[in-house]
């Protein structure tokens, strides 16, 4: 199975970095799963995720918060204590790479 830059995975520069960060929607094929809230997203608690103000933890998913789609979860990191919506994050962090290795790899 390939995976595919901004389909599977994303890349995202911040402070001279490249944090490659897994797509968190699922393929789901069923309309029972499809119109299941709970399956809506790969996010569990204790994921590292990149939010706008870096990687933190997720602590907490209230997956009941909303039936609007991207707005039914809310997130809370350990870090902070913010809470996110699934649509204001970026993904599940994977690696962060230097911005030297980065451009070796890509050019």
């Not at 199975?1 to 069923?30: C, H, Q, V």
């Not at 997203?41 to 990149?50: A, H, P, T």
């Not at 789609?69 to 790479?97: A, D, F, H, M, S």
Request: aromatic share 12%.
């Amino acid at each position: 199975m390939n995976k595919t830059y901004r389909k599977d995975y994303f890349i995202s520069i911040l402070n001279g970095e490249a944090i490659i960060t897994k797509n968190p929607n699922p393929s789901l094929i069923t309309f029972e799963d499809m119109t299941d809230l709970t399956k809506r997203y790969l996010y569990s608690e204790g994921d590292k995720i990149l939010t706008p103000f870096g990687i933190q933890t997720i602590d907490i998913i209230d997956r009941n918060h909303s039936e609007q789609r991207g707005y039914e979860w809310l997130i809370t990191v350990k870090e902070n204590k913010n809470q996110y919506k699934p649509c204001e994050l970026i993904g599940i962090y994977v690696q962060t790479l230097t911005e030297e290795l980065f451009k070796s790899i890509i050019l």
